[in-house]
């Protein structure tokens, strides 16, 4: 609730009237109850006087010589640093057009003079508090869009935090291709689609030849770091937005095929193959070749709603199992569409 003996924000007044007389009694009145008072003769300066510290109330006389209460108060309504500051009209003219058209500029209240100075108080006293009370609703209004922002910020920033936990857990940590959990959810996604458009859908698997020895001899960080290699290699050549690279297991890579038929699957693992081995990364424990070798399983299968996905994994992994009984460094693909 608004108090007179609050000074510092509320109960600063600015007084314009023309007769000194009228200054001297509403200043003396006024400062009296502890308010804060300014007060000028001219309409004009009573304007640059709000502009330059807004009063929060002004009590203004309507007859004044170089700018009529009318004029002022229109001036003040039209401007941005005051158009808030309540205005009291305070004036001898007691017609009720002087009244209206009072309010019709902006006024707040009217005060006939002569004027009590009961009434002056009690209205001064009223407006104020509306004045306050507006102020604070200003206030709270702008703190809750700021709050409104800032959790909407928040949100924001929580939802892309999320979004990129969600696509870490579907990448492989090591590579960066994506893990098995994602090649589960795609291949089940894909073999669903091709069924129903009855399109062909193949599978590579490709296993990095007798990298346990690798291992061994060169130590698991620089096993790390030729996993890397052959997975970018892999990725440059799997180019299609419907293909999908992923680490299958340990040294094994799957790549899922979109709309593929067998012999386009075996010209892209050939690429591949040839890729990888054109990387050069010594491999002094090979039974096949001084350097990294794959071997790669293909298998080609048109989709059906009634087999299961594992079918295809199945093929592809005795291809795979194929190609390394045989020597390794190869391709060996099966074709059930």
Same mark, same amino acid.
């Given at each position: ?12 007044? *600015? ?21 804060? &008072? ?43 640093? +005051?158009?808030?500051?309540?205005? &009291? ?20 209240? /009217? ?6 100075? =009961?009434?002056? *108080? ?5 407006? *104020? ?84 020895? /690798?291992?061994? +001899? /060169? ?16 990725? =440059? ?19 899922? =095929? ?8 075996? /010209? =892209? ?69």
């Amino acid at each position: 609730m608004y108090s007179f003996a609050d000074k510092h924000n509320f109960g600063q007044i *600015l007084i314009v009237d023309d007769n000194p007389d009228n200054l001297r009694l509403l200043s003396k009145m006024l400062e009296s109850k502890g308010f804060k &008072i300014k007060k000028t003769v001219s309409g004009e300066i009573a304007i640059q006087a709000a502009r330059i510290e807004p009063p929060d109330l002004i009590l203004l006389d309507i007859n004044m010589p170089d700018m009529n209460g009318y004029e002022v108060c229109r001036q003040l309504k039209s401007q941005k640093q +005051t158009q808030h500051i309540p205005i &009291i009209f305070i004036s001898a003219l007691d017609q009720t057009a002087d009244k209206i058209m009072a309010f019709e500029m902006g006024g707040v209240d /009217y005060i006939t003079k002569p004027f009590q100075e =009961l009434e002056v *108080l009690a209205r001064v006293k009223n407006q *104020l508090i509306i004045y306050q009370q507006n102020r604070q609703l200003i206030q709270q209004n702008q703190q809750l869009q700021q709050e409104i922002k800032e959790r909407q910020r928040f949100e924001a920033a929580l939802l892309a935090a999320n979004q990129q936990l969600q696509l870490f857990a579907l990448l492989d940590g090591l590579t960066g291709v994506a893990n098995r959990r994602k090649f589960d959810e795609y291949l089940n996604l894909e073999w669903q689609k091709l069924a129903r458009e009855k399109l062909p859908i193949s599978l590579l698997f490709c296993d990095v030849d007798f990298f346990k020895n /690798y291992n061994d +001899t /060169y130590g698991h960080l620089t096993g790390d770091d030729c996993l890397k290699q052959i997975a970018q290699t892999i990725k =440059l050549s799997v180019k299609r937005p419907a293909d999908l690279l992923a680490r299958y297991g340990g040294e094994e890579f799957a790549v899922i =095929l979109s709309n593929t038929n067998n012999q386009g699957a075996i /010209y =892209l693992a050939e690429n591949i193959r040839q890729k990888v081995y054109d990387l050069k990364i010594p491999h002094s424990q090979s039974r096949v070749d001084d350097f990294v070798t794959l071997s790669i399983g293909v298998a080609t299968i048109l989709p059906d709603v009634v087999i299961s996905p594992d079918t295809l994994i199945e093929v592809g992994d005795k291809a795979l199992y194929t190609a390394k009984a045989q020597g390794r460094n190869r391709i060996v693909a099966e074709n059930l569409a």
